[in-house]
């Protein structure tokens, strides 16, 4: 299965995301913000970002834009969960939240098999 950051500043959507991830038989790391976030990709490149957008100390859409910028990260997919969903323009997916559980796990899925690009 795929490895997969979660990203959000609140540690409950933190927990509920990974417990669905790795019920699913993810690998799951988590990071509280976008600064965390690239720093952890860094040290471990996942095979799909899941990020919040309103974060502090680096928000979603930063992240996003940083994580395109970079050659050795761009090919990364990422599904933006938020309720402010539609700041996410560089995101390959975004659900707004409240989202139902089994709809995040299949656009995780489904980017995980097709990549960027499987709007």
Not at 39 to 53: F, G, Y
């Amino acid at each position: 299965m795929g490895r997969i950051l979660v990203v959000d500043d609140e540690p409950d959507l933190r927990f509920v995301l990974h417990r669905i991830f790795t019920r699913a038989g993810h690998e799951v790391t988590e990071a509280g913000d976008g600064a965390a976030a690239l720093a952890q990709v860094h040290r471990s490149s996942p095979d799909l970002v899941v990020t919040d957008i309103m974060m502090p100390v680096m928000g979603g859409v930063e992240l996003i834009r940083r994580l395109r910028i970079d050659p050795v990260t761009a090919a990364i997919p990422i599904l933006a969960v938020s309720g402010d969903w539609q700041l996410a323009v560089e995101a390959d997916a975004a659900l707004a939240k409240p989202y139902r559980f089994t709809e995040v796990l299949a656009m995780a899925e489904r980017l995980l098999q097709e990549g960027r690009g499987a709007k």
